[in-house]
């Protein structure tokens, strides 16, 4: 006997580290529901916001109410509490919003489950009842959903605000929804009128102001400021821009070079050539007839010297400079031009052109604005602005989360009620349903279907009304048939959700039940963990 | 009385006790995976210790064995068989290492009754043989109609996806699957299928696509979609080619000089370029980066450049339009170009992707996948992969047989009667391995949460018939009839794990002594 209890010590690491079955699950799923209930108070328009504050040496503080930016602040270690941080974050990539209301009914899944587990089902009974339900619940979501048009903007903004009443920015959704409709809609491409690439739209903060001041710009900015050390323009009519990728500074080889001078003459000479070189340059650029020149940061060597800058200046060219490579895709995107990676390859084809490039000032400092572009590419920038860093970055969110309500629109062109208004129709005719089936799938169905009321439930907690008073008289008017009739946080009170312009789009409904249903089946079927290199 | 064999901590163990420790941990590898056999086997998370703390979910019985730590030598054995079979036939990782961990638990009581090793390694090697031509009279082959054979390799496929995440949409992936490997024409070079994930939708939204993708970008101001292209594949450096010895430098005694130097530079790139565009292609597609200015001549050329490929993509990318991967361009002539029909930009999801399709190999296709997150994702890829490793090898051995415990039994039966028939102490290890068998049955049995003992019972009723046909319906809870069900797997992915099995066994009861031998000092260790 010894000698097994030798071998069963020095096995293998992990066999000590292995917890048993039910035990596993129970970690997981206490574990999980523990991070659902921490970000159960921020869903819904009177949901709370948390403050997350780094642990490193920064110590910086971030103020949100985006269930995707807490859980992916919050440093996760359990397996099982990561997979819902990795569910809000599929969430934010399918639909972008919706990613706390995924969490909290992935939660309220699992609370349902273990109460099935400990009534004796079998982990994988449980699990495939779940599949069936997230089908069938998908097709009554459909079922209720309303059609809509892209050429529709009223419905656009009304479902763009309804995510944004969620915000810290809520009191400015009237002005920020309708700023992320045109936005979105200005880059939809009319050959393929069924994608909008988000990539196309850039956001940039700017402290200073108020989100009030937050404007959508038909052109480009640039976030730097015109060089003009040497005393350039900062203001150009009828620009004829160029973006380069090339140097304007004395040469330099790849390979390594020394130059010899022996004496004070030859001196002169090279500066002197050094100075010639650079006229050189300026004069082709200057020759092809443009005005405002963009160009890309180097690290081999500087991209323009205080000698170019002056010589481009007296030539009246606008230099931005420092303009990151990444960034060329979308310059030249938008101006309609083509970039320049070599001086004897500057030709006009090649300009963009705009009707007007200027420097303003923007708080206390500058930005280089360009407008009035010809041919515009299908992008759009839009400027942010606010009293403080941490209300600039949620106003940032916000509106990302707004262009992707307007983006999932564009992708599944259907509205559905908002309100807790589905959940508690999908879980009434799913609990219906259940009564249909036989056995153990009747049982887990209806069990789960009641799991969705939570959202409903939490909503009203959250606006401080009775939970159980509401969700009941929810249930109520639904039996009666009024399908959209939906918790009014604003009066307090049940209304028809529609009447008071709560709309969302179904996309995000739709991903939300079947990715919370999909990390729930996957949580259940886990019955190990197991420590590995 | 010699004093001292062996070195300070060298540990010597000895007979029994050697047994004993070898026994003890192959068979807890065996129950670490065993909950994971069968339909309804559960998942496992594997908790990295290492940096980033990754989180895997799988149920794959090789991937959780591989990143195991082991101590165990008898352990390590369980291991490499499951790596083996992974190689070899891609499934059936799991039941090769329950069903040796399975015959060494027998084998243990047969020890403790005073049995020699080596009568039970004979008695073993007897009914494994037996097994083997039970096996072989009870496979069906299907091999000249194609409809049925379809049908025999949708039914694998099903079949080995159901213990799967995949298995809500097993009949999906199970179409899919076999497409992508019906169209290998019996090769098994995995390489032409390409598995592409993609987070974001939902399962069902993955898809097969002829031909391939390349996660890249085009660059700019190049042409989006080209026909009838002529592809070059580099792997070349498009910076300035450098003398590559340290301290080379040229000297100089005047501005003009350098910039002279520069432009001889350039003009070299250019010339590279040149005699790359001079191949007579639109596509160029390099391994290392294309840097602004040559990217910026292909553009003016027309020509579609794509940069910093990665050199998977790359090698596959050769293969299948079947061009070389060239790094000089002097001979125009004999470098092999790559062909296809189209190449244009699609999106996936978020991601703009590129597409090349009408390609040269006609076998190569990709299975883009969709799902919710990674985890879905890589347990998708991995799920799949054995299914199409099944496959292929089903393509050339054609034989299959009925699933759901169907194989164990029939096996076990004939191995029963062996045993009556061989005198001897043998026949003791022979019935020991017809119940090793059966435990694989039972195991698929106790993970649905069934009366094992009831449901294998009723079933070794119903096999006493001739040609009975009856398995374990997990779904349904009972005995029934495989064929109806359509559950089928791999003759060779069984035969597989029964001899690879028995071989295991067989060398850990062979064991008498183990010596780990004493660590290598480290200095700076503590």
Known sequence: MAAASAAQSRKTETYTDTKRRDDVRGVNIAAARAVADAVRTSLGPRGMDKMISSGDQAQEVIITNDGATILSRMSLLQPAARMLAELSRSQDAAAGDGTTTVVVLAGSLLRRAQTLLSAGAHPTAAADSLHRLATRAVEILHSMAIPIELSDRDSLVKSASTALNSKVVSQYSSLLSPLAVDAALSVVDPAHPEILDLRDIRVMKKLGGTVDDTELIHGLIFDKKASHSAGGPTRIENAKIAVIQFQVSPPKTDIEQSVIVSDYAQMDRILREERNYILGMVKKIKASGCNVLLIQKSILRDAVTDLSLHYLAKAKILVVKDVERDEIEFITKTLNCLPIANIEHFRQDKLGHAGLVEEVSVGDTKIVKITGIKDMGRTATMLVRGSNQLVIDEAERSLHDALCVIRCLVNKRFLIAGGGAPEIEMSMQLAAWAKELQGMESYCIKEFAEALQVIPYTLAENAGLNPITIVTELRNRHAKGEKNAGINVRKGQITNILEENVVQPLLVSTSAITLACECVRMILKIDDIVTVR | ?526
């Open chain 2, 1 to 526: 009385m010699v004093d001292r064999l062996l070195k300070d901590d060298a540990v010597q163990e000895k007979g029994e006790r050697a047994r004993m420790a070898s026994f003890i941990g192959a068979m807890a590898i065996a129950d670490l995976v065993k909950t994971t056999l069968g339909p309804k086997g559960m998942d496992k998370i594997l908790q990295s210790t290492g940096r980033g703390r990754n989180v895997t979910v799988t149920n794959d019985g090789a991937t959780i064995l591989k990143s195991l730590h082991i101590d165990n030598p008898a352990a390590k054995v369980l291991v490499d068989i499951s790596k083996v079979q992974d190689d070899e036939v891609g499934d059936g990782t799991t039941s090769v290492v329950v069903l040796a961990g399975e015959l060494l638990r027998e084998a243990e009581k047969l020890v403790n009754m005073k049995i020699h090793p080596m009568t039970i390694i004979a008695g073993f090697r007897m009914a494994a043989e037996c097994a083997h031509n039970a096996l072989l009279l009870k496979a069906m082959d299907n091999k000249e109609d194609s409809d049925k054979f379809r049908s025999d390799l949708m039914n694998i496929a099903m079949t080995t996806l159901s213990s799967k995440i995949l298995s809500q949409d097993k009949e999906y992936f199970a179409d899919l699957a076999v497409d992508a490997v019906l169209r290998l024409k019996g090769s098994t070079n995995m390489e032409s299928i390409q598995i592409l994930k993609k987070p974001g939708g939902s399962l069902k939204d993955s898809f097969l696509d002829e031909g391939f993708i390349l996660d890249k970008k085009i660059g700019l101001g190049q042409p989006k979609r080209i026909e009838n292209a002529k592809i070059l594949v580099a792997n070349t450096a498009m910076d300035t080619d450098k003398v590559k010895i340290y301290g080379a430098r040229v000297r100089v005694d005047s501005m003009a000089k350098v910039a002279e130097i520069e432009a001889a530079e350039k003009q070299k790139m250019r010339e590279k370029v040149q005699k790359i565009i001079g191949h007579g292609i639109n596509c160029f597609i390099n391994r290392q980066l294309i840097y602004n200015f040559p990217e910026e001549l292909f553009a003016d050329a027309g020509i579609l450049a794509i940069e910093h490929a990665d050199f998977e993509g790359i090698e596959r990318l050769g293969l299948v339009t079947g061009g070389d991967i060239a790094s000089t361009f002097d001979n125009p002539e004999s470098v092999k170009l790559g062909h296809c029909k189209v190449i244009e930009e699609i999106m996936i999801g978020e991601d703009r992707l590129i597409h090349f399709s009408g390609v040269q190999m006609g076998q190569a296709c990709t299975i883009v996948l969709r799902g919710a997150s990674e985890h879905v994702l890589d347990e998708a890829e991995r799920s799949l992969h054995d299914a199409l490793c099944v496959l292929s090898q089903t393509v050339n051995d054609t034989r299959v047989l009925h699933g759901g415990g169907w194989p164990e039994m029939v096996m076990a039966k004939e191995v029963d009667e062996l045993a009556r028939k061989t005198p001897g102490k043998k026949s003791h290890a022979i019935e020991a391995f017809s119940r090793a068998l059966q435990a694989i049955p039972t195991i698929i049995a106790d993970n649905a949460g069934l009366d094992s003992a009831d449901l294998i019972s009723q079933l070794r009723a119903e096999h006493h018939k001739e040609q009975s046909t009856a398995g374990i319906d997990v779904i349904s809870g009972g005995v029934g009839d495989m064929k109806e069900l359509g559950i089928s797997e791999s003759f060779k992915v069984k035969q597989a794990v029964l001899l690879s099995a028995t071989e295991a066994a067989e060398m850990i009861l062979r064991v008498d002594e183990i010596v780990t031998c004493a660590p290598r000092r480290r200095e700076d260790m503590m």
